[in-house]
């Protein structure tokens, strides 16, 4: 048992401690076990055989990015389909909520393991992102997580980084964040499998993890996505190496299984899209995954069928599948949505004979982490403690809105947060010794969540205060502007939709100005309909260079956009954040809130 697993299991022993009298009081007053019992494995202890098989609970969630409060807006709902076919909006998540639905989920199962599927930390809101996510580290503990895999976004600062969460010890320039307190960091291992230093060539955290009790091995393999250095800035992934994810999980199964460990539940960092956004929709219908694609259906059907379940992240998509393994046989394959909205709850029937899962009798469901229980104190403590070291930048407004402007929960391409993004982005790199840009590209993933009207503290409805700016724009990536030639833009545009980008497109928030046609009745490339695309009502010129601000993450050549990477004459400018902010207070006051975009600059033909 690994050091984490020590501490977290020293908590839960001390937690348990005050029920052992009444728990002895029961067991005194139980019936001896009957011959029959003893017969068949199901004797009550006392010197008799163990029963054969034991239910294992395994409790998951993933992507939970740094969302200790609940999420404001679309951001912090669920989608429950009903009875009769209609669905219903259901506000959800929090970890003061998270941790009383864990906490309940867990009575009565002695053998209950608690997992998670990556993105812990990153583009996360102010609460979390200002002290570096110390205070979701924290919280995890707290909360008893027993492992997680790394996800892309515990590599935004940095391998030095994530080491420094999970051993602790205080930021290199942040420094400490309380008097006399040091960050003692995570008390559960982060699993990197598939994750490689390219000077040792060795992982740069563990690959697995045991979890051990009462003769019960259960082995869990950590990995984050192969394409994580496309979706990370070079500095994140900088002198690292990531590797094939059924490869990597395959090889260490054969290792775990050398170890006696056979038992093994993967945790993935990629995920897929199921049919329906209902958390609660069957994706076995009408048979086994018919119902989800994107990349998890082919790691899934390449996975050893060593491996008992999956449980995955980073689509943010809700999902309790099976998908069968290279024998046919059907898996589990699992994914919360993400911000702590929703836990599976996963029994595995574990064989005391073989040491081996009984897949047959893998059961599995998501479970809505509703806002109407009660908080869990000692979280609601956290959030209070880290507020109150927050709250003087937290709570300062940057502008006014007139209703909602939604970007993570539009649903459409082009959202109008968006929007309002890259033409603040555009009005601070286009004077001439800002930059000069002429069009401004912001990259959908990069836009976390929603402005919303009603207030989210004492601030007034429709007053932006700097925590909110932040949870929408939490990377703090710099601003470039570039030359490119308008072929190179048109390119560019191209590229949402095809070649890496083809089976999910993502779409760029243009600034105004920019307007083209995306045809989704065709494919690949030929969906941008080149002869549409203007600048001000003027065709783009492929011969004609252009200035074009993004951020530095885009300006990469990141999130499959190689032709951005491609700019010349680069200037560096400020803040992508400080750039909406200012845009906030120059555009908008009480009496003149700023109205959502429309969000019509780019035709689509579906």
Same mark, same amino acid.
């Given at each position: 048992?690994?050091? #984490?697993?020590?501490?977290?299991?020293?908590?839960?022993?001390? /937690?348990?401690?005050?029920?052992?009298?009444?728990v002895g009081?029961?067991?005194?007053?139980?019936?001896?076990?009957?011959?029959?019992?003893?017969a068949?494995?199901?004797?009550?202890?006392?010197?008799?055989?163990?029963?054969?098989?034991?239910?294992v609970?395994?409790?998951?969630?993933?992507?939970?990015?740094?969302?200790?409060?609940?999420?404001?807006?679309?951001a912090? +709902?669920?989608?429950?389909k009903?009875?009769?076919?209609?669905?219903?909006?259901?506000?959800?998540?929090?970890?003061?909520y998270?941790a009383?639905?864990?906490r309940?989920?867990?009575?009565?199962?002695?053998y209950?393991?608690?997992?998670?599927?990556?993105?812990?930390?990153?583009?996360?809101?102010?609460l979390?992102?200002? $002290?570096?996510?110390?205070?979701?580290?924290?919280?995890?503990?707290?909360?008893?997580?027993?492992?997680?895999?790394?996800g892309?976004?515990? $590599?935004?600062?940095?391998?030095?980084?994530?080491?420094?969460?999970?051993?602790?010890? %205080?930021?290199? +320039?942040?420094? %400490? *964040?309380?008097?006399?307190?040091?960050?003692?960091?995570?008390?559960?291992?982060y699993?990197?499998?598939?994750?490689?230093?390219?000077?040792?060539?060795?992982?740069?955290?563990?690959? *697995?993890?045991?979890?051990?009790?009462?003769?019960?091995?259960?082995g869990?393999?950590?990995?984050?996505?192969?394409?994580?250095?496309?979706?990370?800035?070079?500095?994140?992934?900088?002198?690292?190496? $990531?590797?094939?994810?059924?490869? +990597?999980?395959?090889?260490?199964?054969?290792?775990?299984e050398?170890?006696?460990?056979?038992?093994?539940?993967?945790?993935?960092?990629?995920?897929?899209?199921?049919a329906?956004?209902?958390y609660?929709?069957?994706?076995d219908? #009408?048979?086994?995954?018919?119902?989800?694609?994107?990349?998890?259906?082919?790691?899934a059907?390449?996975?050893?069928?060593?491996?008992?379940?999956?449980?995955?992240?980073?689509?943010?998509?809700?999902?309790? %599948?099976?998908?069968?393994?290279?024998?046919?046989?059907?898996?589990?394959?699992t994914?919360?949505?993400s911000?702590?909205?929703?836990?599976?709850?996963?029994?595995? +029937?574990?064989d005391r004979?073989?040491? !081996?899962?009984?897949?047959t009798s893998?059961?599995?469901?998501?479970?809505v982490?509703?806002?109407?229980?009660?908080?869990?104190? !000692?979280?609601?403590?956290?959030?209070?403690?880290?507020?109150? =070291?927050a709250?003087?930048i937290a709570?300062?407004?940057?502008? *006014?809105?007139?209703? !909602?402007?939604?970007?993570?929960g539009?649903?459409?391409?082009?959202?109008?947060?968006?929007?309002?993004?890259?033409?603040?982005?555009?009005?601070?790199?286009?004077?001439?010794?800002?930059?000069g840009?002429?069009?401004?590209?912001?990259?959908?993933?990069?836009?976390?969540?929603?402005?919303?009207h009603?207030?989210?503290?004492?601030?007034?409805?429709?007053?932006?205060?700097?925590?909110?700016?932040?949870?929408v724009?939490?990377f703090?990536?710099?601003?470039?502007?570039?030359?490119?030639?308008g072929?190179?833009?048109?390119?560019?545009?191209?590229?949402?939709?095809?070649?890496?980008?083809?089976?999910?497109?993502?779409?760029?928030?243009p600034?105004?100005? =920019?307007?083209?046609?995306?045809?989704?009745?065709?494919?690949?490339?030929?969906?941008?309909?080149?002869?549409t695309?203007?600048?001000?009502?003027?065709?783009? !010129?492929?011969?004609k260079?252009?200035?074009?601000?993004?951020?530095? $993450?885009?300006?990469?050549?990141?999130?499959?956009?190689?032709?951005?990477?491609?700019?010349?004459?680069?200037?560096?400018?400020?803040?992508?954040l400080?750039?909406?902010?200012?845009?906030?207070? /120059?555009?908008?006051?009480?009496?003149?809130?700023?109205? #959502?975009?429309?969000a019509?600059?780019?035709?689509?033909?579906?």
């Amino acid at each position: 048992m690994s050091a #984490p697993q020590k501490n977290r299991a020293a908590r839960r022993v001390l /937690a348990a401690a005050a029920g052992l009298a009444t728990v002895g009081a029961l067991v005194a007053t139980m019936p001896a076990a009957t011959a029959q019992d003893q017969a068949s494995g199901k004797g009550h202890g006392h010197g008799h055989q163990k029963p054969r098989t034991v239910d294992v609970q395994l409790l998951s969630f993933n992507d939970l990015h740094g969302n200790l409060e609940a999420p404001a807006g679309s951001a912090g +709902t669920v989608t429950e389909k009903q009875a009769d076919g209609t669905t219903k909006t259901i506000p959800a998540g929090g970890v003061e909520y998270l941790a009383t639905s864990l906490r309940d989920a867990r009575k009565g199962n002695p053998y209950s393991i608690t997992a998670a599927g990556g993105d812990m930390v990153g583009a996360s809101p102010l609460l979390s992102g200002l $002290f570096h996510d110390e205070p979701t580290i924290e919280a995890l503990n707290k909360i008893d997580l027993d492992v997680t895999t790394v996800g892309n976004h515990e $590599f935004d600062e940095g391998a030095t980084e994530l080491a420094r969460l999970q051993n602790g010890g %205080c930021h290199p +320039t942040g420094g %400490c *964040y309380e008097k006399g307190k040091k960050f003692k960091g995570a008390d559960f291992p982060y699993l990197a499998a598939n994750v490689t230093t390219e000077k040792t060539g060795k992982p740069v955290l563990k690959p *697995y993890t045991v979890w051990k009790k009462n003769g019960v091995k259960v082995g869990f393999i950590g990995v984050t996505l192969e394409g994580t250095p496309d979706v990370v800035t070079a500095e994140g992934v900088k002198g690292l190496k $990531f590797h094939d994810e059924i490869e +990597t999980v395959n090889k260490y199964a054969k290792e775990l299984e050398r170890q006696g460990v056979k038992s093994i539940v993967a945790l993935i960092h990629e995920g897929g899209s199921p049919a329906s956004t209902a958390y609660n929709y069957d994706c076995d219908s #009408p048979g086994a995954g018919d119902g989800i694609s994107g990349p998890i259906s082919d790691i899934a059907k390449g996975i050893t069928p060593k491996v008992d379940a999956l449980v995955t992240g980073h689509t943010h998509q809700a999902y309790a %599948c099976t998908i069968p393994d290279p024998a046919g046989n059907p898996r589990l394959v699992t994914s919360a949505s993400s911000f702590g909205k929703l836990y599976t709850d996963t029994t595995l +029937t574990y064989d005391r004979r073989t040491n !081996d899962i009984v897949r047959t009798s893998v059961k599995s469901a998501n479970h809505v982490v509703s806002r109407e229980q009660p908080k869990a104190k !000692d979280l609601t403590s956290l959030i209070g403690r880290w507020n109150k =070291l927050a709250a003087p930048i937290a709570a300062a407004p940057q502008g *006014y809105i007139a209703a !909602d402007i939604n970007g993570r929960g539009a649903s459409t391409p082009e959202s109008p947060l968006g929007d309002l993004i890259a033409d603040a982005q555009l009005a601070g790199m286009s004077p001439a010794d800002k930059g000069g840009a002429q069009i401004a590209f912001m990259n959908p993933g990069g836009i976390r969540s929603d402005l919303v009207h009603k207030a989210s503290g004492s601030e007034g409805d429709g007053v932006v205060t700097y925590g909110e700016a932040f949870t929408v724009q939490p990377f703090t990536n710099m601003m470039n502007a570039v030359d490119l030639t308008g072929e190179q833009v048109i390119k560019a545009l191209q590229q949402q939709v095809s070649g890496s980008n083809e089976a999910s497109p993502k779409i760029l928030q243009p600034s105004k100005g =920019l307007t083209y046609t995306l045809d989704m009745t065709k494919s690949g490339a030929a969906r941008v309909v080149t002869d549409t695309v203007k600048l001000n009502g003027e065709a783009i !010129d492929p011969a004609k260079t252009y200035r074009v601000a993004m951020n530095e $993450f885009l300006a990469g050549g990141g999130d499959g956009f190689p032709a951005l990477g491609e700019g010349k004459n680069k200037l560096v400018g400020a803040a992508d954040l400080d750039m909406l902010n200012a845009y906030l207070k /120059a555009n908008s006051s009480a009496e003149a809130p700023l109205a #959502p975009p429309a969000a019509d600059r780019i035709k689509i033909v579906k």
